[in-house]
């Protein structure tokens, strides 16, 4: 299966991202060694969108509200070393590639410094109603 849309290529260089959130990983959220499960990685992902989002002045239910969602078209996740249980993970992204109606986000997880992962979710602007819609220009104007 090809992706279709995904097209961004996510730095290993921290200083690359404009934002970052710290998650620390739970017990719930590993394996019998201790280790997160490959699954969990993206709820992180979500967490830190949805707090940039809230940094950048448009929190997530204010977009609602306005009637507007974001869906999730696409996501990869490349995983370089096991994020471990009690470790605390810096969420890097930054917005990417937006076009008339979806953009992507670009993510690199870090502990202390190291590279752990890297991910790129693809999103689609779409009404309450499902139909997709125009980007809103606050989000435009992010990107460049």
Not at 73 to 99: I, W
């Amino acid at each position: 299966m090809r992706c279709v849309r995904l097209s961004v290529e996510p730095s290993l260089d921290a200083t690359a991202y404009p934002f970052h959130h710290r998650i620390r990983v739970r017990f719930a959220e590993t394996d019998a060694m201790g280790i997160v499960h490959h699954s969990r990685y993206l709820p992180y992902l979500e967490e830190a969108r949805v707090a940039y989002l809230r940094d950048v002045g448009h929190p997530y239910s204010a977009m609602r509200a306005e009637g507007l969602d974001y869906t999730v078209l696409e996501c990869f996740v490349q995983y370089r070393q096991p994020l471990r249980f009690d470790e605390q993970v810096d969420v890097h992204l930054r917005l990417a590639s937006p076009s008339r109606t979806a953009f992507q986000m670009a993510y690199l997880l870090t502990v202390d410094g190291h590279n752990r992962a890297t991910a790129v979710t693809v999103h689609g602007c779409v009404t309450s109603a499902g139909r997709p819609t125009r980007l809103p220009e606050w989000l435009l104007a992010l990107a460049s």
